[in-house]
């Protein structure tokens, strides 16, 4: 998921030419040998820049007006707090005592490159693996709260990106009634899915914990990409690993909580908001994409979103939604 304040530039990246990246990652005293590989990234910039007789590092590249300095510096000691407990999760390099640089008007962050490929999700032990993984970090997530990040919460996720939608004129206008209603329907469910939860432990997390925000090696998996670290509840960094029908969830969701389980307990409440997670997520997706569509990036990376097609598979998307929070929540054989 993605941050939704609106920024202050929508073209912040105009400028960030490879020579201004190369000046960057110089500036900290490496000596880069003009080799770049732009990585895939849209809110932020990535980039793979050489290094003469050294491995290459990666370097980041932050989007004005999304996180204070504050927040970034709290994602990296959770990142840096994570590796100093052999969680393998991919830190910044501390330098001249901060993990956060200044460039001009660049802010930018510096990691080692590490390799690896997307996990299999489909295998049983990869998916307790990454449970195992999962419990960990949970751990240490519930010793300490964010200061400076956001909590995952309808509002933020469901209320306030489905009005920007409406408010700017995204919606096409023949299409705009049955959006309204559908969405108003579905954080409706969304509130019934809380409240049948009821109160749930809400800790630092991963955020984003899909597939592509991991590399899997023959060690196991690592984390990468904890740029929307938030509080919330502890089933976020979990049902992004599912898919299938509900009992094909409930065998990988089973699976996952194998692992999981070994560190830390699951609170079956949280089964409740699997869906409704997910509700919030297709809402806060098109937000994020209507607020960034000025930046050149987004149209060519989805020229799929600013058409009609998009906007009806959405509905009808959010309307399965609404099916799925109805049927309650799936079913696990709890060992």
């Not at 990142?79 to 802010?107: F, G, K, M, N, S």
Request: glycine letters at 6%; a negative charge; hydrophobic letters at 45%.
């Amino acid at each position: 998921m993605q941050a939704s304040p609106i920024a202050a530039d929508p073209t912040p990246f105009a400028g960030l030419t490879p020579e201004r990246v190369l000046d960057a990652v110089e500036s900290l005293g490496f000596p880069v040998d003009g080799r770049l590989l732009a990585l895939n990234s849209y809110e932020n910039r990535v980039y793979q820049v050489g290094l003469d007789d050294a491995p290459p590092l990666i370097a980041k590249f932050y989007r004005s007006g999304r996180w204070s300095d504050a927040a970034i510096l709290e994602e990296h000691d959770f990142t840096l707090e994570l590796a100093q407990r052999d969680i393998p999760a991919v830190p910044p390099l501390r330098l001249a005592e901060t993990t956060l640089h200044h460039r001009d008007d660049l802010r930018f962050s510096l990691c080692p490159r590490r390799g690896g490929r997307a996990p299999e999700l489909d295998d049983p032990r990869v998916l307790e693996r990454i449970g195992l993984l999962l419990g960990r970090l949970h751990l240490v997530g519930e010793t300490a709260p964010f200061a400076h990040r956001p909590r995952l919460d309808i509002e933020s996720f469901g209320q306030q990106p489905s009005a920007s939608l409406l408010d700017n004129g995204w919606i096409p206008s023949e299409l705009e009634p049955a959006y309204r209603g559908v969405v108003n329907h579905a954080l409706a469910e969304v509130h019934a899915c809380f409240e049948r939860a009821g109160p749930v432990a809400a800790i630092r997390l991963h955020g984003d914990c899909h597939r592509g925000n991991m590399l899997w090696t023959e060690d196991g998996a690592h984390f990468v990409d904890l740029d929307d670290a938030r509080t919330g509840p502890a089933v976020q960094d979990l049902w992004m690993l599912l898919s299938g029908d509900r009992a094909e969830m409930s065998v990988q969701l089973g699976q996952v909580l194998e692992g999981y389980r070994q560190f830390r307990d699951f609170a079956a409440p949280e089964l409740h908001l699997i869906e409704a997670l997910r509700t919030l997520r297709l809402i806060h997706y098109a937000a994020w994409l209507a607020l960034r569509w000025q930046d050149p990036a987004f149209p060519a990376a989805f020229p799929w979103f600013d058409t009609q097609r998009f906007w009806q598979d959405h509905v009808l998307a959010l309307r399965e939604q609404i099916a799925a929070m109805q049927e309650g929540p799936l079913v696990l054989d709890w060992h």
